[in-house]
């Protein structure tokens, strides 16, 4: 059963993975339907849906790209060979509400816009 509150349907909860508050305090979700999705094709998805949330509620770095998404960016949470490499969590917002595109890991932010620095990484301490 789908209800539209502002053009944007709101699944039952029983269809998210998880919803949780960002560093800003906004809702984001990741819908079942993204999680299998994902799953299908990369193992290591579910296996980091936890740091996922971690990156969602606490970035390192926020960066943004030319279509909107917002991508964050935590480094130091992943396990070999992941272990140093940042998770880059994707999220797309509509108003309040955004919605995980994606998770994976990365070495560097690529052509995407800075949005804030909020913690940095020295001889293995965050700063």
Known sequence: MWYYIRKMPILPKELYIFEIKDWHGRIVRLTRRTFEVHEKRHQEFAKYIEAA?????DPDLVAEADNGAVSLFRFGLGNKPFENLYLVVVVYYKGAEGKEATHHFTDSIGDL?????????LGGQRF
């Open 113 to 121: 816009r800075v949005i804030e620095y909020r913690y940095q990484w």
């Open 53 to 57: 949330k971690q990156t969602i509620q």
